[in-house]
């Protein structure tokens, strides 16, 4: 697979966003990459798991795929154009990977590894020992020049967990952001980052900046109803957690290992 296959004849990013799913970039990142858009910064938004499935679904991922009202097509594809279009809106460029979401993966004699809610939240399938080594094999191959920005894991789902270890794994030095909406819980981040000492960064937005970011939320139309009760509530929200992290003026949070 070439990770950024469909982003060669883009611009060379100064900035790389890594995402698990369709939506973590925008959902956690969207006002930084927007503030970086109006000054001219090349962000591309970079994907992981966002290939479509090659084989029948899971009775558990009919069932999410029907809650998105995607129950008859191929979810990932039509995410994808939600992706392209929210990005659209903020000024990046997308860049979409074909590894299969946790939903969709199977172990080699053909069991679903992630059947149901609970699993997505616990232990990293035996059988996938080594899908982090692939995947960080092919994140070695993006641009080397670039800044990344890689998911905390606040939250502990398996994909965030296997991308940030991934990330780690290539040796690139990495900037983290809290993985929106799992990381409204406190003690969640505070889990994602453990031991060690931390900076943190706290990014101011402007009311611009936070509309252009909530507008481009909510072009992930089959993401809505996971989360939140309807598309005022989405905007509600996330100008409540903005306002919690800028102590009263929005902003987004970054974190950075020291010492």
């Not at 905390?152 to 398996?158: C, N």
């Not at 003690?187 to 611009?208: H, M, N, P, Q, T």
């Not at 507008?215 to 100008?239: G, H, K, N, P, T």
């Amino acid at each position: 697979m070439q990770l950024y296959a469909n982003a060669r004849n883009c611009q060379t990013p100064d900035w790389i966003y890594l995402s698990p799913h369709l939506d973590d970039a925008v959902f956690s990142c969207g006002g930084r990459i927007a503030l970086q858009a109006r000054m001219g910064v090349s962000v591309w938004v970079v994907t992981v798991f966002a290939g479509s499935p090659d084989g029948p679904l899971s009775d558990f991922a009919l069932l999410l795929q029907t809650g998105w009202g995607l129950a008859e097509r191929d979810a990932p594809a039509a995410r994808r154009e939600e992706d392209r279009e929210a990005l659209a809106l903020l000024g990046a460029t997308p860049v979409h990977g074909d590894f299969h979401d946790c939903i969709y993966r199977r172990s080699p004699d053909g069991h679903f590894l992630y059947p149901d809610w609970a699993s997505l939240w616990g232990p990293i399938a035996p059988e996938e020992a080594a899908l982090t080594e692939a995947l960080a094999q092919r994140l070695g191959a993006l641009p080397s020049s670039a800044v990344w920005v890689v998911p905390l894991g606040a939250g502990r789902h398996v994909d965030h967990r296997h991308l940030r270890q991934a990330a780690e794994m290539t040796g690139r030095a990495c900037l983290y952001y809290e993985d929106y909406p799992y990381a409204d819980d406190e003690e969640a981040v505070r889990s994602a980052l453990g031991e060690g000492k931390w900076d943190a960064e706290v990014i101011f937005l402007d009311e611009a900046v936070l509309e252009a970011k909530t507008a481009a939320a909510l072009c992930y139309r089959s993401q809505i109803s996971s989360f939140w009760a309807d598309e005022a509530d989405l905007v509600d929200r996330f100008r409540a957690y903005a306002q919690r992290i800028g102590g009263g003026r929005p902003a987004e949070r970054y974190w950075r290992r020291c010492g």
